[in-house]
């Protein structure tokens, strides 16, 4: 009984939002929602007090053995079978069971028989409503009970979607899904560098919820703008919620702010829709904070912020100006002699503009001044549009700067090992979480220019003096990495002179030798940071 068409609104909520989204003249994707596999456990402090409708659900047809201990020392034993009648089984109401059940405090086990129900209810959907995406909260990663459940559920839903000749996406948190069979999700949070598959960032324009309450507070479009362009860069998307009040309406401010938004995308469109990942997502001082909800964690950005994207069909190279203003000098450092990419800057532009204006390219990077007046709000990012470079599209290959120099970024690395994770330190993104049982780091890169090179690592290392072996094409040397002041204060390390030969996917590793004195020692791993390595070719 508990649906919207026999409660509440008595009408199928679902089947009308699609139908409207079919009406509308630009294509919008049907999305279904489902967090019915929470509900196992939900609603398990209900059952601490035996005259809520939480406790009349007892319901024995789930199987339900376990014992479930409550953080507050609260427990209760049932045991048995179906055939073992206890006195919460006495007082099952079918009505309440059907919402409730079986209401466990265990969040990783859940019964095969409640797993079922779920998965009969969400192949129900896909089959019913044929939905473009199925979204999915985290609870069915929780434990690989529900793995076999989810394979049955996906081969459903995708085969359904292929009868109708249509594709559909599953979008799922963590590592639900194996790479490439789902979308993988960022709740209030985004990637930290460039990845491989396409992602998503789930958000709400609302700061305090995921609905609607009195006296919320709501983004401003300037950080909505700021966050598309983040993920965006780093071959993301964003899924953008906005709760209505109850009679259905978008809230005020949210209307200002998506309609400010739709002024900048109609004449910086270009840098979003149909884009592609450069080799390099951006650069600046700002960072933003990595994972799940990190996404309020952003601070102003300065003139000195950038994000990058390809135009593929124009083979132009978008920069999204994150903190700069009409009339405002820049340098896009990336874009000077080390920049990524074959051929010549030969043409530059501001998106929406007409008229001449001021740049140039040297050594340094990229200078432009960006025109005082634009068809966009004063201060929203001004996007340049870079011609005449090629081999722009990431494809999870290091290039070679037009300098020859190499520099391997913690964030372009390609693979992490013995628990080595990206984090947000000072002005960078760092790689960390080293230990000496293996961690590694490493990154594949194109060399057309072979030689000799000087390698530097830079790193914090507020721990201790550490020391790292770089290794590739058979050659290894080791980097001294110094004592820093703290975790976000970075140093650069000796200088080893290290031999390359050209090459189209030659491997890079770098990995922590330093060894953990004792697990009480002051003197260990846990501050190391590694922003990137540089080589630079010696003349």
């Given at each position: 009984p508990y649906n919207a068409v026999v409660m509440g609104p008595k009408m199928d909520v679902a089947a009308e939002l699609k139908a409207v989204s079919q009406m509308l003249p630009q294509k919008m994707y049907f999305v279904l929602s489902s967090h019915r596999a929470w509900h196992f456990a939900f609603y398990d402090n209900g059952r601490k007090w035996p005259d809520s409708d939480v406790s009349q659900c007892a319901c024995p047809s789930w199987q339900d053995t376990h014992r479930h201990t409550y953080n507050d020392g609260y427990s209760e034993a049932i045991t048995g079978t179906e055939a073992a009648v206890t006195d919460m089984d006495i007082q099952a109401d079918p009505f309440y069971c059907n919402l409730y059940c079986p209401a466990n405090p265990n969040e990783t086990t859940p019964t095969n028989a409640f797993m079922v129900d779920w998965l009969l209810r969400t192949c129900e959907m896909a089959d019913s409503y044929t939905p473009d995406v199925l979204y999915f909260d985290w609870w069915i990663g929780v434990s690989?009970?529900?793995?076999?459940?989810?394979?049955?559920?996906?081969?459903?839903?995708?085969?359904?979607?292929?009868?109708?000749?249509?594709?559909?996406?599953?979008?799922?948190?963590?590592?639900?899904?194996?790479?490439?069979?789902?979308?993988?999700?960022?709740?209030?949070?985004?990637?930290?560098?460039?990845?491989?598959?396409?992602?998503?960032?789930?958000?709400?324009?609302?700061?305090?919820?995921?609905?609607y309450i009195n006296d919320d507070v709501y983004k401003s479009a300037?950080?909505?703008?700021?966050?598309?362009?983040?993920?965006?860069?780093?071959?993301?998307?964003?899924?953008?919620?906005?709760?209505?009040?109850?009679?259905?309406?978008?809230?005020?401010?949210?209307?200002?702010?998506?309609?400010?938004?739709?002024?900048?995308?109609?004449?910086?469109?270009?840098?979003?829709?149909?884009?592609?990942?450069?080799?390099?997502?951006?650069?600046?001082?700002?960072?933003?904070?990595?994972?799940?909800?990190?996404?309020?964690?952003?601070?102003?950005?300065?003139?000195?912020?950038?994000?990058?994207?390809v135009a593929p069909v124009k083979q132009v190279l978008n920069v999204v100006c994150l903190g700069a203003k009409l009339g405002d000098k820049v340098l896009v450092k990336s874009l000077g002699s080390a920049r990524q990419g074959q051929g010549s800057i030969s043409q530059v532009e501001v998106l929406g503009y007409s008229g001449t204006f001021s740049w140039n390219v040297d050594n340094d990077g990229l200078h432009v001044v960006i025109p005082s007046s634009l068809p966009i709000p004063s201060n929203f990012p001004p996007v340049l549009s870079v011609s005449g470079m090629t081999d722009l599209l990431w494809d999870g290959i290091v290039r070679q700067g037009q300098d020859t120099s190499i520099t391997l970024y913690s964030s372009s690395t390609d693979q992490m090992n013995g628990g080595v994770t990206l984090n947000v330190a000072g002005d960078y993104i760092a790689s960390a979480g080293w230990s000496a049982s293996g961690g590694s780091i490493g990154w594949t890169v194109k060399v057309t220019h072979g030689g000799t090179y000087a390698a530097t690592v830079l790193a914090a290392s507020p721990d201790g003096v550490?020391?790292?072996?770089?290794?590739?094409?058979g050659n290894a040397i080791d980097l001294v990495m110094p004592k820093t002041a703290g975790p976000t204060q970075f140093m650069m390390s000796d200088s080893k002179p290290i031999s390359l030969s050209a090459g189209e996917k030659v491997v890079f590793v770098f990995e922590v030798v330093t060894q953990v004195t004792s697990p009480s020692s002051d003197y260990d791993l846990n501050g190391l940071q590694v922003a990137y390595i540089q080589l630079l070719p010696i003349k």
């Open positions: 690989p009970v529900w793995q076999p459940y989810i394979l049955k559920m996906a081969a459903f839903y995708y085969n359904r979607m292929a009868q109708d000749n249509k594709v559909g996406v599953i979008n799922t948190k963590s590592n639900t899904m194996p790479a490439g069979t789902d979308v993988l999700d960022f709740e209030r949070g985004q990637a930290c560098t460039v990845q491989r598959l396409y992602w998503q960032t789930d958000t709400s324009i609302s700061i305090r919820s995921w609905g300037l950080l909505l703008i700021q966050s598309l362009v983040d993920i965006v860069s780093k071959n993301g998307g964003m899924l953008l919620n906005v709760g209505p009040p109850p009679n259905g309406t978008i809230p005020a401010n949210a209307v200002t702010a998506l309609e400010d938004m739709g002024k900048w995308l109609r004449v910086s469109g270009e840098a979003i829709y149909g884009s592609r990942p450069y080799h390099v997502f951006g650069e600046g001082p700002t960072q933003v904070g990595c994972g799940s909800f990190s996404d309020t964690d952003v601070t102003n950005f300065t003139v000195g912020d950038f994000r990058f994207t550490k020391s790292g072996k770089l290794t590739t094409q």
